[in-house]
């Protein structure tokens, strides 16, 4: 059995592997200890503080095989995906220049550096041991999370926004970025991603085009990169997109890899998860039911998992005993749960 | 004698046909007999002092006195941009730095700009390929210099003069191909011609109004920024050895270059000076002289030959007769060229400065 809990300073260095194998593509899992180290305590901070508004928490996950304690995966949500220093992404505009006199009409396409994005909550730094990219364990951290917030409404904001990884050639190179961003920055985009995780914002501000950049005057390949994703995030792309999210309006500022926004309300997992009490715990007789999401309500000990159960919305739920204590929950306990297979 | 008079309606063939003989580019003088029509109208309209401030410009013929055949144009504006939007781009510079991350860079950019609005413009200038000799085309040009420094009062306190941009044998405009053909589904020609006949401010509505990254343009684009069509090198060396100079604003069609300078300090403004003439015979081994008779409607100007005795302009009978004065009338005269230099030099300084401002 695998949960999805709060990390803790204990995890660090199956934190560090991680980060390690996660390569630079998720740059909000970048590979310094201060910086990983930093991450936990600030979600330990948070969740224990009493918030009643999105600031400046940050919440950190990671995904534990009970049996053996291997760490396997990890997540987080930002409350405010710019708190303190701007969020940046490019917003796709169309600007119609139009002459009938002319007989013109052209449609211009361009990327507006944007901060619009800053006062959403921002899903990040997803990574999953790559055995675990099959199946249902992808959902586990990403719909875990949105139950994470659904649980806990007043510490995010209303919209939600993820970056996805964007397209690289074979050599690992950034077309969009050899194209665009290393004109303004001069430096490789490993290094501007690793800058990115690690440093503050300032220098994007100071570095990124202040002025729209015209997609047609771009070099086609840079054109062709805008809004794809990265094969490895693929996967994550789709559940994002089938959950509700949406990839129109905006692109990342380094790769172009698509930003998704969803507003929480609008998703699929906010719609249809429900609301339970648990009922009984009893050695399972539902190894035929469907896989669920099952959370609990707590903070620091919130714990997801995926289990079959036979549930039914306004019903109250019997547990099996492994699954009542890897989410710590006793009868009368409040729960959290989303049919996966509908989807 | 090649005489610079004010244009008259009966030129209007003449006109049509020296139109005919520019290539793309010249985008003032399109061979339209309508447009030609209204542009004389226009210009004849200022001259009797009916035409309201924006409407205000100004055509001169080169005529051959022997043949009554014009043979050259040249045209100023008294203001651009006061009824249409007169646009430019504006070469400069922004710079992306991180002090935190050791990174600087400087970003050349075009930035759309009206900044010319309310200048006078020297423009349309043409000469029959056959008169291409005897200073003729630096008469045609200069004779503006002293009219306006006759009617400083009619005139804005900057002057700029646009350069046809660089284009190749096949009438292919890099910068068009590079930039404005991407915000257009016309080709360069035809924004030439439509540019020609007062569209241009139509058009520019239609062009990107953020500032543009030069480093995202093709290299052949970049390369022709501010550089002139190689047949019109000659006029913008007589320009630039007036005292006009390449300040970073290129056209926003063919990124030719503007060339501006305050009217007062163009050497043919500041250094003309009105004198009484006198009727003689002047040593013909002297400088040759721009002289005009500074009158509005019967502006007349030439190059001639002078002697000075005292404030006294000697001129021969014949040249006088040309500018329609008489004895005790007065000419304004400037040297040609700059005295300091003789011609061949004053024309290798240009020729320098043009290479100096264009690297």
């Known amino acids: 059995m695998k949960v999805l809990r709060p990390a803790v300073m204990a995890d660090l260095p199956q934190i ?70 701007p969020f940046h992404a490019y917003r796709n505009e169309v600007v119609i220049h139009a002459s009938r006199a002319l007989g013109v009409h052209q449609r211009l396409h361009s990327l507006c550096l944007s901060h619009e994005l800053s006062d959403h909550s921002q899903l990040c730094s997803f990574y999953l041991e790559p055995e675990l990219r099959q199946g249902h364990w992808p959902r586990l951290l990403t719909q875990g999370r949105l139950l994470f917030i659904a649980q806990h409404p007043e510490r995010f904001a209303p919209d939600l926004v993820a970056v996805l990884p964007g397209r690289v050639d074979e050599a690992g190179r950034s077309p969009f970025w050899e194209q665009v961003g290393r004109r303004f920055f ?98 399972s007789r539902q190894s035929n039911a469907p896989t669920c999401l099952l959370v609990n309500q707590a903070l620091a000990e919130f714990r997801a998992l995926l289990t079959p159960l036979s549930a039914a919305p306004g019903q109250a739920l019997s547990l099996a005993p492994e699954v009542a204590e890897a989410l710590r929950l006793r009868p009368g306990d409040p729960v959290r749960w989303l049919a996966l297979e509908s989807q | 004698m090649m005489i610079i008079r004010p244009v008259r309606q009966q030129d209007l063939p003449a006109i049509r046909q020296l139109a005919s003989k520019t290539g793309v580019g010249v985008t003032s003088l399109p061979p339209d007999e309508a447009h030609l029509q209204a542009r004389i109208q226009r210009v004849l309209a200022t001259w009797a002092d009916e035409a309201a401030p924006a409407e205000q410009g100004y055509l001169f013929v080169l005529e051959d006195s022997q043949t009554r055949q014009v043979v050259g144009i040249s045209g100023l504006e008294a203001a651009v941009g006061l009824s249409d939007p007169w646009y430019n781009y504006r070469l400069g510079t922004l710079v992306h730095a991180s002090r935190d991350l050791a990174i600087y860079n400087q970003m050349p950019t075009l930035f759309l700009s009206n900044d010319h609005t ?44 646009e350069m046809r941009g660089y284009s190749d044998e096949q009438g292919k405009s890099p910068f068009w191909e590079g930039l404005g053909r991407h915000f257009f589904a016309i080709d360069f020609a035809e924004a030439d011609r439509l540019t020609g006949l007062g569209q241009k401010a139509f058009i520019a509505e239609l062009m990107p109004k953020h500032p543009l990254y030069v480093d995202f343009l093709p290299a052949e684009t970049r390369a022709i920024l ?59 081994s002297g400088p040759l002289y721009l002289l005009a008779n500074d009158r509005f409607t019967g502006f007349r100007a030439l190059l001639g030959q002078v002697d000075f005795a005292d404030e006294r302009l000697i001129l021969d009978p014949a040249t006088a007769a040309a500018l329609e004065i008489g004895p005790g009338d007065r000419v304004r005269a400037v040297p040609l060229f700059a005295p300091q230099s003789a011609p061949h030099a004053s024309q290798q300084a240009a020729a320098q400065a043009r290479q100096a401002a264009t690297h």
């Open chain 2, 226 to 284: 501010g550089q002139v069509h190689p047949q019109t090198a000659p006029a913008r060396a007589i320009l630039e050895s007036e005292g006009l100079k390449y300040e970073g604003y290129v056209d926003i069609f063919d990124a030719g270059p503007t060339l501006e300078a305050y009217v007062a300090d163009i050497r043919a403004v500041r250094d003309s000076r009105v004198h009484p003439v006198q009727l003689g015979e002047p040593d013909q």
């Open chain 2, 118 to 161: 309310g200048y006078s413009e020297l423009c349309t200038l043409f000469l029959d390929p056959d008169y291409r000799h005897s200073k003729n085309g630096q008469l045609l040009s200069k004779c503006r210099f002293l009219f306006m420094a006759a009617f400083r009062e009619r005139f804005a306190a900057k002057v700029i003069a």
């Open chain 1, 16 to 85: 560090e592997r991680m980060a390690q194998q996660s390569g630079p593509m998720v740059c909000t899992l970048p590979v310094s200890r201060a910086h990983l180290q930093a991450k936990i305590s600030r979600s330990q901070a948070a969740l224990a503080a009493e918030v009643l508004l999105p600031g400046e928490e940050s919440y950190f996950f990671v995904l534990e095989d009970l049996a053996s304690g291997r760490l396997q995966g990890t997540c987080a949500i930002l409350a405010q995906a710019g708190f303190g220093e």
């Open chain 1, 186 to 283: 001069g430096i490789d985009y490993h290094q501007a991603e690793f800058y990115h995780g690690t440093q503050d914002r300032r220098f994007i501000a100071e570095l990124m085009p202040h002025h729209p950049l015209y997609v047609s005057l771009l070099a086609e390949e840079a054109q062709a990169a805008l809004g794809q994703v990265h094969p490895d995030a693929r996967l994550q792309f789709d559940l994002l997109e089938a959950d509700g999210f949406e990839a129109d309006d905006f692109v990342e500022i380094f790769d172009a890899g698509p930003v998704v926004q969803a507003r929480r309300t609008t998703l699929h997992s906010w719609q249809t998860s429900q609301l339970a009490r648990v009922a009984d715990i009893s050695p």
